[in-house]
């Protein structure tokens, strides 16, 4: 992307804002943009299919894209990541070479930054301070991947549901707001913690009663974020009383 592009200043923004970028001097930013080609797709659209995912390295500007994985006997959706501006797929063919079986799904109209894995590579060597987030970055993925593990294993489902809710609450003024997951449906929901669209309905229907969170319109927030985390808590010790 050259310095003369009506997207650059945007970009270099995201960039400079982002876990992955943030930390690197302007000159560096500068010069990782000149490699970098920009991407945008329509809501809705498949962005990579896992054999395309061994190619490039992407970085979403804006939009949300969405990973996940689909039984193609039953067409049910499991929903591994949602990731917006800032972040960067796919790190796991990147690292090791090989496809990797998932799906990308623009959830918004989506702008991605693209670049050759060799490009990324190179940069991972040449610029320690990019490593140094690189890592960091990847380590967080991982710990996410564990913990929804660790959930499904161990978990009911109203306690998965809270910890979604809990996972994406952003602290904000005058109150938290629940950050990419806002205004998904419940049968999207349900995809991200392993259940059913009816059961998660049902759960929805119980926070609301008990002014938990609001859910109108197709717009969810937490109402009220000490109650979302006593809940939490009471839950996890009626399990190990169990």
Known sequence: MKSDSPFYENTKKVLKQSELFGGLEEAVIQNMLLMFRRQTWLRKSIVMQPEETVK??????????????????????????????????????????????????????????????????????????????????????????????????????????????????????????????????NEELAGMIGSVRVVVSRHVQELKKEGIITARRGHLEVKELHALVEKIEEHLALKDKI
């Open 56 to 185: 490039e390295f992407f970085v979403i500007i804006s939009g949300r894209a969405k990973v996940s994985r689909i039984n193609p006997d039953t067409g049910k959706e499991f929903i591994l990541f949602l990731l917006g501006p800032g972040d960067g797929f796919d790190i796991i063919p990147l690292l090791n070479g090989k496809e990797h079986n998932v799906s990308f799904v623009a959830m918004d109209d989506l702008e991605a930054l693209s670049a050759p894995f060799t490009t990324v590579h190179d940069w991972i060597e040449r610029h320690p301070e990019f490593n140094r987030a690189f890592l960091p970055y990847l380590g967080k993925q991982i710990r996410l991947i564990s913990n929804l593990a660790f959930d499904l294993a161990l978990h009911d489902t109203s306690t998965r549901l809270m910890k979604l809710f809990l996972q994406h609450t952003v602290q904000s003024n005058p109150r938290p707001r629940l950050n990419l997951i806002n205004d998904l449906s």
